[in-house]
């Protein structure tokens, strides 16, 4: 083959794949800055359940006998594992703590979830 023609088809088969690596490269990104905003969005949503359950049970309980069910303990556990599973700590931590060291009753008729 021609020298020229090998240094053409060199140049151009290099530049086809910068064009298509690149390409790749931008969609993983664009793919993975999205799955950031969901599991942001998802941390958000899991920290206002465990808010939602602490302030019912913990803060609004002004004189500390308001046990909280069983069944919402169990939400509040799998509510923290998904948090902390997808990158939450801090304030989600607080809550489930607190939340943690409330008493806990088996009655359920006036959970609230």
Known sequence: MDPIMTAIMTAT???????VASSIVAAVRRRAHKGEDIDEA????????????????CVGDEDGTRPIPLIVRET???????YHN???????????????RHPTTADFRHAIV
């Open 13 to 19: 088969t290099s530049a086809v794949v910068s064009v």
């Open 42 to 57: 998802l941390r958000s949503v899991l920290r206002a359940e465990l808010l939602q359950i602490f302030v019912f049970y």
């Open 76 to 82: 509040a556990d799998s509510v923290y594992a998904r």
């Open 86 to 100: 997808i990158g939450g700590n801090g304030t989600g931590t607080y809550l489930y703590d607190e939340i943690c």
